[in-house]
Nanobody
Framework: QVQLVESGGGSVQAGGSLRLSCAASGYTFSSYCMGWFRQAPGKEREGVAFIDSIGGIWYTNFVKGRFTISKDNAKNTLYLQMNNLKPEDTAMYYC?????????????WGQGTQVTVSS
């Protein structure tokens, strides 16, 4: 079955960095669109960054210049490098997979990894 397992979250001070990873299995990783989403307490889930099967990349405005999405098809792993973190980046971060981008919703989801940024 499909599994997406995130790791790399933690607690950092503002200005710090974290690198999230998402290990995928159970489907053809290279042919899917992959995305990072986040959800803060009391807020709706929001998209953060996306990378499609041919390497096309999109970022939402609030992370442009600070976050970098990448993937390693040989390792079936998705990454999110987060630099210059801000307290407003505090959220549960999820990776997700869908056969194509853009999409109204993604088909497969991980369980999430918590990112906490203190001021």
């Amino acid at each position: 079955q499909v599994q997406l397992v995130e790791s790399g979250g933690g607690s950092v001070q503002a200005g710090g960095s974290l690198r999230l990873s998402c290990a995928a299995s159970g489907y053809t990783f290279s042919s899917y669109c992959m995305g990072w989403f986040r959800q803060a307490p009391g807020k709706e889930r929001e998209g953060v960054a996306f990378i499609d099967s041919i390497g096309g990349i999109w970022y939402t405005n609030f992370v442009k210049g600070r976050f970098t999405i990448s993937k390693d098809n040989a390792k079936n792993t998705l990454y999110l490098q987060m630099n210059n973190l801000k307290p407003e980046d505090t959220a549960m971060y999820y990776c997700a997979a869908h056969p194509y981008c853009p999409a109204a919703d993604f088909r497969y989801w991980g369980q999430g990894t918590q990112v906490t940024v203190s001021s």
